[in-house]
């Protein structure tokens, strides 16, 4: 089946470090990807949603210039928390669709545990 | 605007049966999905529902109701293992995965 990979699972790192999560769809190609943030025991919120080749769509609230999104592949979306402070400690889930299955379901990587010390 | 309910949380009985509600309001329907997610970890998808009436897939069925927009996962022969939360998702005209708040399932021994 469908498999989505992304790294890391878990970063642990100082207040004002940049981090940088990965989501690889690696057996088939998806022009849209989504990054989902869930705060401990709350519903998944979905943070932008990533087209191959073009600006990411951020939800609102979502500061676009603190969380910046590249999807420069169709197999390849990142995300890169800028200057993380302790309030953006949060599980970090990519999400990405197959194009050939419009209807089909999201396939999850499974997640980034960010801690920010 | 587009609106997903379902509990939000439920108890029951290993060996039982439970079946978790969600209704829904959204800008179009292309379909309505049913995860599982286990605490810590990402969501895994369950079932898919784009007709009305009930999907079965070994222990758990899911039906639709279109028309109602109304759907319910429904879990036979309950094991703790199920426990975990049941997100309602629905795909809106424009692809968009609309999400319930999710429902926290409790198997009691």
């Known amino acids: 089946g469908a498999v989505v990979s992304q790294h890391p699972s878990w970063v642990i790192c100082k207040s004002g470090t940049s981090v940088k999560i990965e989501c690889r769809s690696l057996?088939?190609?998806?022009?849209?990807m989504f990054w989902y943030r869930q705060f401990p025991k709350q519903s998944l919120m979905l943070m932008a949603t990533?087209?191959?080749?073009?600006?990411?769509?951020?939800e609102q609230g979502v500061e676009k210039d603190k969380f910046l999104i590249n999807h420069a592949s169709l197999t390849l979306s990142t995300l890169t928390v800028t200057s993380a402070h302790p309030e953006d400690s949060s599980f970090y889930i990519c999400s990405a669709r197959d194009i050939k299955q419009g209807h089909q379901p999201q396939h999850f990587g499974d997640g980034t545990r960010l801690s920010i010390l | 605007g587009q609106n997903i309910d379902q509990p939000t949380e439920m108890t029951a009985t290993e060996g039982a049966i439970v079946q978790i509600n969600c209704t829904y309001q959204t800008s179009g329907f292309n379909g309505l999905f049913w995860y599982q997610q286990h605490a810590g970890e990402a969501p895994t998808f369950l079932s898919y529902?784009?007709l009305d009436g009930l999907e079965e897939k070994g222990r758990f069925s899911s039906f639709l109701s279109r028309s109602k927009g109304y759907s319910y996962l429904l879990l036979k022969e309950l094991q703790m293992k199920d426990s975990a939360s049941y997100l309602c998702?629905?795909?809106?005209?424009?692809?968009?995965?609309?999400w319930g708040a999710g429902t926290k399932l409790i198997i009691k021994p």
């Open positions: 057996d088939f190609q998806a022009t849209t």
């Open positions: 998702a629905v795909m809106d005209s424009n692809y968009q995965l609309i």
């Open positions: 529902n784009v």
């Open positions: 990533s087209n191959e080749g073009s600006k990411a769509t951020y």
